[in-house]
């Protein structure tokens, strides 16, 4: 038996397995109502794809999914059930925030491969550091997981962004630097744009090899989402800051 | 989040803020992210050819002040030490020192792989023969 209390991945339930009967009239329940009478179910730790019934792929059809999260939550609200048992009312409150979870996970592409990632085993931070234990165990230099290249102007950029914060706090702004800065921006944002389109790329191969691929060719695809979320994470960190910069103050 | 004293003391006072002529023979420049959070840390030494001792390094850091703390206290730590002796510190001891929460080991990660660079392109710099040396047999961290 799956303990319904436990949080971590590996105790999900899948589809199959959440076959039990509704607790009011016994028949064979149904995810979150019992499509017999129609009562509450209590609720079931499934993972966010699970829990709307969606396969473990990445190309989502976000207006389906909308369609979905509003019916259900129209008709899991906690003010439907003010007159129900107390136990329904827990369950309804939930099911609510787990539909809720859910729904913001999958609706947004960056978010929905990370989880899925997860879900699929890999653990950055994990790897990181067994990365760095098994450098200083040979000797070796660890591998950066983004480019060198990406690293310098990640960093040469940070540079920039200083120099202008320290302008600007002296009141004496240095138009061409702005300039520089801006336009540095404008490349950074394309970068970013383009690797939303990568991504979306191997969400199609992923969305494949679910169906027919080895788990070979599976893990070679979670290797480049994870590959292109990193370096996204830096462009996005990025973006961020060079935008709270060049709107600060002046 | 709450930081600990020592991370609040080197993050309002870093030590050995600054950069080197990366260019010199004598420097080592290490660049390391942590895709994670978007952090970047750029760690130099400078080693004396005779004795192979640190005599100075230096550290530019944008992340969080954990990142900051954790690569300021690299740089008082591998001063004065060989570069053998550097290769052994560890990111725990760093966790350690500074008491960093876990979810704040990864920066101390950071820094012992900022070392490491900044040791290896010091060595490949010099010609040292084990700068690339191939991973031994049997050392590798199983999965």
Known sequence: ?????????????????????????????????????????????????????????????????????????????????????????????????????????????????????????????????????QARASGQVKKQVVPPDLLEEVFDLNMQLEELRMQKKLGEDDPSLIEEIGRQKLELEEKHEALLEELKRDWTEWDHAVDSGSEEERRKIRDKMVDVLNRRNYLRNLVRDVNEVLESGS | MAYSDKVLDHYSNPRNVGSMDKNSQEVGTGLVGAPECGDVMKLQIKVNPQTQVIEDAKFKTFGCGSAIASSSLATEWVKGKTVEEALQIKNTEIVKELSLPPVKIHCSVLAEDAIRAAIHDWKKKNGSANANAPVPAGSQASH
């Open chain 1, 1 to 133: 038996m799956a303990n319904p209390e436990a949080k971590s991945g590996s105790s999900l339930i899948m589809p199959g397995d959440a076959t039990s009967t509704c607790w009011s009239c016994g028949t064979m329940r149904a995810e979150h109502f019992c499509s017999a009478c129609g009562k509450v179910q209590p609720p079931v730790p499934v993972d966010y794809f699970t829990f709307f019934g969606l396969p473990r792929k990445l190309s989502v059809e976000v207006t389906g999914l909308e369609r979905e999260f509003y019916q259900l939550s129209r008709k899991l609200h906690p003010d439907l059930y003010s007159g129900a048992e107390a136990r329904e009312q827990q369950w309804s409150l939930e099911q609510s925030s787990q539909l809720n979870d859910a729904y913001r996970t999958l609706k947004d592409p960056i978010k929905r491969t990370e989880y899925l990632l997860r879900l699929e085993g890999v653990e950055l931070e994990e790897q990181s550091k067994s990365a760095t234990e």
